[in-house]
């Protein structure tokens, strides 16, 4: 962002010596308050001098052409947000101390002028926050920064008042993550921004009632355990206010709730979200006690749980490989079991591990206190071995269970990626999938030559396929391969992309935003999407298919804009296409049923947002004014079984409640 360096203040001038301090008008106001011949005597000195400066002007400057003013400009970089935390004023820009004693105007017009480094002028953002029952405003809120931005530090002022007013003040650019939370309600997350900088244009949040969760943690004998670390934690991407900020491509804090139980083994959880999955564990002396098997969901209101530790069962097992040689010293992990399909542990599991053991040197590993239930044990994720997990059932009566793990070494899927004309393509994406398993293989990047390598991988056929997402070229055709082959060609496929900018509709300003891209034609029938959520003023959508595309741009303020472009190769030159954006409507979807359940959300042909929603959930989004259609799907059903057409305004606020019936 560029800003001026000479700024004007209430008194006209900039205070810093240069010309403008000494301009006639300036000079008229004092001199009336002078006697008469003094001031004549200033005037006449006052004339020369000028004459004097205009003769030596016209000889630099041809007759009758404008000077244009000299405005230094710097560019503002993220190391400039520790000088604001200092200013007491985040709006007032500082510069040298004034001397007391102002230049002569003469001296002053020859002194060359120094660029003075500015402190940014803030962001300024306002919010008002209201129940979400009554439309009451909330009070004891706490506004706090929840995470950093691209290229930020994080560093803000904030003050809040009993009225549930607040207001942000930071460095820019805009996009700083906040969150509000209060006494009884359940905390949410949210982006500042640069429209909503005055209190008459404050966003408007809302906060809905929390939930209460009392745990008690027991040992194999009912007795409660003391000093017990009972954790909870949620994906920031549910705890967001709006959809406008899509899958948050910003490093929000991941948000977190903990409390200690006392003498009777009892903690208290207060303000925590409700429909919401609530991951938990349990610690004592830096000991991880548990890990629940499955999310916990609350309602408003109180609930309480008990926990107990040390009454599960022991699985004991061996790895091996095929040859039945014992492996030692690899990692086992235990997840919950979830659907009843094959699959094969993948890094970004790693979160949601119950447990983990060691193999000895016999290749023998044991997991004590295993819960009742069902679950997924195998080897975690390496570079040597790769096993497909077990699944395993555990009852209540067992004490102690048996499991066995198969260990494939040195079995990769080779091959390389090529364009059209057989040319090689790096840096793609190449995914391989057994067909009605979670058994995925996935490798980001092909080498310079277009030469890949996926493995370790289990025995079996498998779907692989690449793409690039960008640039002029097409996913490949998926085609069947076998574990262990080392010559797949898989060949990219002529496509095209859609160059643009965003601005907004009035100013034309250029403006930061998400972008999601959709196939035109069709109806409403969802045909996918591809998304970048970046928040760039300029976009690129590679790797499409060579016809017409929906393109929706999405601000963290809550603007949109819709435009419509085909897809062509970047070698015509297309001009960019410029999508608009201005206020919409907001929509509030509600699951008020017992099930939860998924909906998307049409303009026309276009789908603005889709996503799932708890029993209890809500979310609010932005849509363009107009017709918009609303499609509702239970949870367990494989079709939308609900249609909502509704009208809205620009500005207007409209709830969409569904009862998953």
């Keep these: 962002m560029l800003v001026g360096a000479c700024l004007g203040n209430r008194d006209g001038c900039c205070r810093r010596g240069c010309a403008e301090e000494?301009?006639?008008?300036?000079?008229?106001n004092l001199a009336r308050r002078?006697?008469?011949?003094?001031?004549?005597?200033?005037?006449?000195?006052?004339?020369?001098?000028?004459?004097?400066?205009?003769?030596?002007?016209?000889?630099?400057?041809?007759?009758?052409?404008e000077v244009a003013p000299r405005?230094?400009?710097?560019?503002?970089?993220?190391?400039?947000?520790?000088?604001?935390?200092?200013?007491?004023?985040?709006?007032?820009?500082?510069?040298?101390?004034?001397?007391?004693?102002?230049?002569?105007?003469?001296?002053?017009?020859?002194?060359?002028?120094?660029?003075?480094?500015?402190?940014?002028v803030a962001v300024v953002f306002n919010g008002r926050v209201l129940s979400d029952t009554d439309g009451h405003p909330v009070a004891e809120i706490v506004v706090e920064v929840a995470g950093r931005r691209p290229g930020g530090t994080g560093q803000a002022e904030i003050a809040a008042d009993d009225d549930g007013t607040f207001i942000v003040r930071h460095a820019p650019p805009a996009g700083l993550p906040l969150a509000v939370r209060a006494p009884g309600y359940a905390p949410v997350l949210f982006l500042s921004d640069a429209v909503h900088d005055a209190p008459e244009r404050?966003?408007?949040?809302?906060?809905?009632?929390?939930?209460?969760?009392?745990?008690?943690?027991?040992?194999?004998?009912?007795?409660?355990?003391?000093g017990v670390q009972v954790r909870l934690s949620a994906e920031a991407l549910d705890l967001r206010f709006s959809s406008d900020l899509l899958d948050l491509p910003y490093d929000f804090d991941a948000p977190e709730w903990s409390a200690e139980t006392d003498l009777h083994g009892t903690a208290v959880l207060v303000d925590l979200p409700p429909a919401v999955m609530l991951t938990a564990e349990l610690s004592r002396d830096g000991e991880t006690l548990l890990r629940a098997t499955e999310p916990l969901t609350l309602t408003p209101g109180r609930r309480e749980i008990v926990w107990s530790i040390g009454t599960g069962t022991l699985v004991t097992g061996?790895?091996?490989?095929?040859?039945?040689?014992?492996?030692?010293?690899?990692?086992?992990?235990?997840?919950?079991a979830g659907a009843d399909m094959a699959m094969v542990f993948r890094p970004d599991m790693g979160t949601s591990v119950a447990a983990k053991a060691r193999t000895d040197e016999d290749g023998v590993f044991a997991m004590p206190d295993v819960a009742e239930g069902a679950w997924r044990i195998g080897l975690a994720p390496s570079a040597e071995y790769a096993s497909v997990a077990e699944y395993l059932k555990v009852e209540r009566s067992a004490v102690v269970t048996e499991v066995d793990l198969a260990a494939h070494a040195h079995l990769t899927i080779a091959g390389k990626v090529v364009g059209p004309e057989g040319q090689p393509v790096a840096n793609a994406r190449i995914v391989a999938n057994q067909a009605g398993t979670l058994i995925?293989?996935?490798?980001?990047?092909?080498?310079?030559?277009?030469?890949?390598?996926?493995?370790?991988?289990?025995?079996?056929?498998?779907?692989?396929?690449?793409?690039?997402?960008?640039?002029?070229?097409?996913?490949?055709?998926?085609?069947?391969?076998?574990?262990?082959?080392?010559?797949?060609?898989?060949?990219?496929r002529q496509g095209g992309a859609i160059r643009g900018r965003v601005v907004d509709a009035l100013t034309r300003e250029p403006t930061p935003a998400a972008i999601v891209c959709s196939a035109a034609g069709g109806g409403r029938e969802f045909k996918g999407f591809q998304r970048i959520l970046s928040h760039s003023v300029e976009f690129e959508l590679g790797g499409l298919k060579l016809t017409d595309y929906y393109v929706v741009a999405h601000t963290a303020d809550g603007r949109i804009g819709v435009g419509r472009s085909e897809a062509r190769?970047?070698?015509?030159?297309?001009?960019?296409?410029?999508?608009?954006?201005?206020?919409?409507?907001?929509?509030?979807?509600?699951?008020?049923?017992?099930?939860?359940?998924?909906?998307?959300?049409?303009?026309?042909?276009?789908?603005?947002?889709?996503?799932?929603?708890?029993?209890?959930?809500?979310?609010?989004?932005?849509?363009?004014?107009?017709?918009?259609?609303?499609h509702w799907r239970p949870r367990g059903m494989r079709e939308y079984i609900t249609e909502r057409r509704i009208h809205v305004s620009a500005g207007e606020r409209r709830e969409v409640p569904f009862d998953g019936e």
């Design 569 to 630: 190769p970047l070698s015509e030159g297309r001009e960019l296409l410029e999508v608009r954006v201005e206020p919409g409507a907001k929509l509030v979807i509600r699951s008020t049923g017992e099930l939860g359940g998924s909906y998307q959300v049409w303009w026309g042909e276009t789908i603005i947002a889709m996503n799932g929603l708890e029993a209890g959930g809500r979310i609010e989004l932005t849509t363009p004014p107009g017709e918009v259609w609303v």
């Design 440 to 492: 995925y293989l996935t490798a980001d990047i092909s080498n310079s030559d277009g030469s890949f390598a996926l493995g370790p991988a289990v025995p079996g056929a498998y779907e692989i396929g690449a793409g690039t997402g960008r640039g002029d070229l097409r996913s490949s055709e998926n085609i069947i391969v076998q574990a262990g082959d080392q010559d797949v060609i898989l060949a990219m």
């Design 318 to 336: 061996r790895v091996r490989t095929e040859a039945g040689t014992a492996v030692a010293g690899v990692e086992v992990w235990r997840l919950n």
């Design 202 to 226: 404050a966003a408007e949040i809302r906060l809905g009632p929390a939930a209460t969760l009392t745990a008690r943690v027991v040992d194999a004998l009912g007795t409660g355990m003391a």
């Design 71 to 120: 405005v230094e400009t710097v560019e503002i970089t993220p190391e400039d947000e520790s000088a604001l935390s200092a200013e007491p004023d985040l709006l007032t820009p500082t510069g040298p101390e004034t001397r007391e004693e102002r230049l002569p105007v003469a001296e002053a017009a020859a002194t060359p002028e120094t660029p003075t480094p500015m402190v940014p």
């Design 22 to 28: 000494e301009m006639p008008g300036n000079s008229v």
């Design 34 to 65: 002078q006697p008469f011949w003094p001031r004549m005597r200033w005037i006449a000195t006052f004339s020369a001098l000028m004459f004097i400066l205009a003769l030596g002007w016209s000889l630099k400057t041809p007759m009758g052409r």
